[in-house]
């Protein structure tokens, strides 16, 4: 949060929804930003719902969501913006994350052939995560939301994040019903906004591979055809059966049980739905 702060300095107003479980202070921290706007959420109550109350206390006309873990400037930050404004017919735009993705495409059986065996890497494009776009605006159909701007309007229109989703693919989500409105959505390649991925929690990694893996599920289930969300479910599985075993016999035994434990994720989300109260000391 420190270098986040420091990196987008004190000239664009700041609503920080502090989602700390653990009560921690940071007051030290904000002390010499007098436009940031400290909202305590009561506790960790994920991603979606933290992100719809920081925006329902903010009166500006646009919105850029962040993670603490990226370090914007405001220049980059107002370029979303005018980005927005010049293009009217534009719903969510976004920065290139430097060595994460910025944003992507919606899961096909063709994109997640090609992200399990490792197309996407040789076909920036090919894939579900756009990690390298050159430095020129592409168009995606979602934006993370570790940097994503959208308009005040556009926002409310969509009814904001959806918090069913506690962590990750919220972002996939809200994409998939900007595309259905007939909103186009846009990385900017030439903005770029660093993102130590990972970085905004110091939770277990096995927490939050359990995280990914059923939020991949649920939103598998909630927006497709059974069947198509079975077949899809099935490939990534297949895929990543395959990489466990890889890095396993590569000896990468942290590797292979994030993986493994992932997996299990996938399909114990199948099973038995993540009932969703937080506990950061199970999964």
Same mark, same amino acid.
């Given at each position: 949060?420190?270098?986040?702060?420091?990196?987008?300095?004190?000239?664009?107003?700041?609503?920080?929804?502090?989602?700390?479980?653990?009560?921690?202070?940071?007051?030290?921290?904000?002390?010499?930003?007098?436009?940031?706007?400290?909202?305590?959420?009561?506790?960790?109550?994920?991603?979606?719902?933290?992100?719809?109350?920081?925006?329902?206390?903010?009166?500006?006309?646009?919105?850029?969501f962040m993670n603490p873990d990226t370090q914007p400037t405001a220049e980059s930050l107002l370029r979303l913006v005018a980005y927005l404004e010049a293009n009217?017919?534009?719903?969510?735009?976004?920065?290139?994350?430097?060595?994460?993705?910025?944003?992507?495409?919606?899961?096909?059986?063709?994109?997640?052939?090609?992200?399990?065996?490792?197309?996407?890497?040789?076909?920036?494009?090919?894939?579900?995560?756009?990690?390298?776009?050159?430095?020129?605006?592409?168009?995606?159909?979602? &934006?993370?939301?570790?940097?994503?701007?959208?308009?005040?309007?556009?926002?409310?229109?969509?009814?904001?994040?959806?918090?069913?989703?506690?962590?990750?693919?919220?972002?996939?989500?809200?994409?998939?019903?900007?595309?259905?409105?007939?909103?186009?959505?846009?990385?900017?390649?030439?903005?770029?906004?660093?993102?130590?991925?990972?970085?905004?929690?110091?939770?277990?990694?096995?927490?939050?591979?359990?995280?990914?893996?059923?939020?991949?599920?649920?939103?598998?289930?909630?927006?497709?055809?059974?069947?198509?969300?079975?077949?899809?479910?099935?490939?990534?599985?297949?895929?990543?059966?395959?990489?466990?075993?890889?890095?396993?016999?590569?000896?990468?035994?942290?590797?292979?049980?994030?993986?493994?434990?992932?997996?299990?994720?996938?399909?114990?989300?199948? &099973?038995?739905?993540?009932?969703?109260?937080?506990?950061?000391?199970?999964?």
């Amino acid at each position: 949060l420190g270098p986040f702060l420091e990196s987008i300095g004190t000239s664009l107003p700041v609503i920080l929804v502090d989602n700390s479980y653990q009560d921690d202070d940071i007051s030290d921290l904000i002390a010499d930003f007098p436009n940031v706007s400290r909202i305590d959420s009561g506790g960790n109550i994920g991603y979606s719902a933290a992100a719809n109350v920081g925006a329902r206390a903010a009166t500006a006309e646009h919105l850029i969501f962040m993670n603490p873990d990226t370090q914007p400037t405001a220049e980059s930050l107002l370029r979303l913006v005018a980005y927005l404004e010049a293009n009217p017919d534009v719903g969510a735009c976004g920065a290139a994350g430097a060595n994460t993705a910025g944003g992507g495409a919606q899961p096909t059986a063709r994109r997640i052939l090609a992200h399990i065996l490792g197309w996407h890497l040789h076909s920036p494009l090919s894939g579900l995560f756009y990690l390298d776009i050159g430095g020129i605006p592409v168009e995606v159909e979602w &934006v993370a939301g570790s940097c994503l701007a959208i308009r005040r309007d556009v926002y409310e229109e969509m009814g904001g994040f959806d918090p069913d989703y506690f962590v990750y693919m919220s972002d996939f989500d809200l994409g998939r019903r900007l595309h259905q409105a007939g909103y186009r959505q846009v990385v900017l390649g030439d903005v770029v906004v660093p993102h130590d991925d990972g970085g905004s929690s110091n939770l277990p990694a096995l927490w939050t591979w359990e995280r990914r893996g059923r939020a991949w599920t649920r939103f598998l289930r909630r927006t497709r055809p059974l069947p198509t969300a079975l077949t899809l479910s099935l490939l990534l599985v297949t895929g990543y059966v395959v990489r466990v075993l890889a890095y396993t016999l590569a000896r990468d035994r942290a590797k292979a049980t994030e993986l493994r434990t992932y997996l299990g994720a996938v399909l114990r989300e199948w &099973v038995r739905p993540d009932p969703g109260p937080f506990d950061p000391s199970q999964p």
